[in-house]
């Protein structure tokens, strides 16, 4: 890897191995002839670039796992266990429609381009990874990037990857868009056995991606693109200098895809990584693994800040991001979203009242969040509705189960056990107001021990029953402090 002089003029020695000599696209700018070529020979390669003058936030769309086959006997041949019950075309041809209405700066499609390169004669491959590239790519109005997935990978190893790279290049590059750099990883390893190892494809690869990652702005947000997530990469050393890389780093985001579902795996630490659900559902049976219908997600970058929805094609839907897990104890964070602007936004837990969270138009679709509060409800199932009341008049809303799971924790054991306690959320989901103490505090008795509590959001009187959830203060009167109103619930009075 070498950088360009002041007249924009480069000198690379060629690996005999190496396939392609690409760029790296700068910030700002388009190429007018492609960002690769083929290395068939060494000589002069030019790649001639214009400026793009957009200040505008970086907008892009990530769609995964496209699984294309022309027809139904043509995918039998590549899934023996499957069958398509839903031709890929019209679902094509309504992604790229609704992609091109949104305007994005590029569309990156993160592998398993094909439905299967395994099992199928390579002419078959040919013909559909043809397809993807020379018709369906074409038709967005923007760039089309892509990552190699393990169904695009011929398991010959004479031929291994290259019928991917005839068509779309290099397997491992990177790119500049509106001050955003990206990277796109190769994470299929393909042994001379033919057997496939999810990982690093190469020292070559992992060197590279050092060099690459040198030549980024500190401050500049990096976003990584590859297929496999990381907790289905091998146990190797390669993979784990890989992951060290891209920590050390601080990656704004690794997006994936494989799993066909939307799932975060990671909000902090090592790094942002989210899975995104596949546009073709559970391989054109229907509905991918999570209940989500065929779709993709749009992303957007202002101010360095990442945010992203899934939209599923030809529906206005919301997108439910959180609770993510099933089962629920004492609280919750709730977090969903919706394509348009939204007036408000509200929630509900099994057609109770509904309770108002917050929400806020980022000029592209409407985040609604808030704290949920589950201390109330028996264990067992339950149903949360997220409703958004949209400014066109329209409601949109979605459902889920959930199954509650709380623990019943009273309030010696916090006391005994402060070490194990202290600093985390615990609830108190029964306590009876035995005092009205001067000022806004009262005390309170689940009948294993009494505290204080202050700045109730109701008013209350000797003989009430109520509950809260909050942080647990080992060193302070006020053992439970709840930091929403939401967290305190009041029952009845003993005395009715």
Known sequence: MVTTDETGTFTLKTNPKAKFVFISIPSRTQPLDGWYRELTENGN???????VTDNSPLV??????????TNKDEFKKAFYDRRMKVLPQGVLDSLTKEVNEISPDFVMLTGDIVADAKRPPVELVDKWMKYMADDFATKFDC????????HDIVRDVEIGK?????????TYYSFNVKGAHFIVLDTMWLSPDGKLTYGPSSAAEVSWLKQDLATVDPLAPVVVFCHEPTPGWADTEENAEVMNILTRAGITALLDGSWH???LLHEHYPFYE????AVCGSWWEGEATDGSKFGYRIFRINRGRLE???REIGVHNVELR??????????????????GEAKSASWTLDDGPMVNANAYYNGMWTIAYGNLNFSTLSDGYHTLKVEFRMVDGTTISSERSLYVLNPDIDIKELKSHSDVFMGKIVAAPELHVRAIMPGEAISASDGSATIILNKLPFAVQKGDIIGVIGIYRAHSATLIKPYDPIFFTKYSNEAE
């Open 60 to 69: 892009f769309v990530q769609i995964t796992d496209t699984h294309y086959a």
């Open 45 to 51: 390669f030019d790649f001639p670039l214009e400026k």
């Open 308 to 310: 992203s929805i899934w």
């Open 261 to 263: 579902l939307n799932f």
């Open 162 to 170: 290259a019928v991917y790279e005839k068509y779309f290049g290099p």
């Open 274 to 277: 989210l899975v995104t659900s």
């Open 143 to 150: 760039p089309l990037f892509a990552v190699e997935g393990n």
């Open 322 to 339: 959180e609770p993510q897990q099933a089962v629920v104890t004492w609280d919750g964070t709730l977090q969903a979203a919706t394509w």
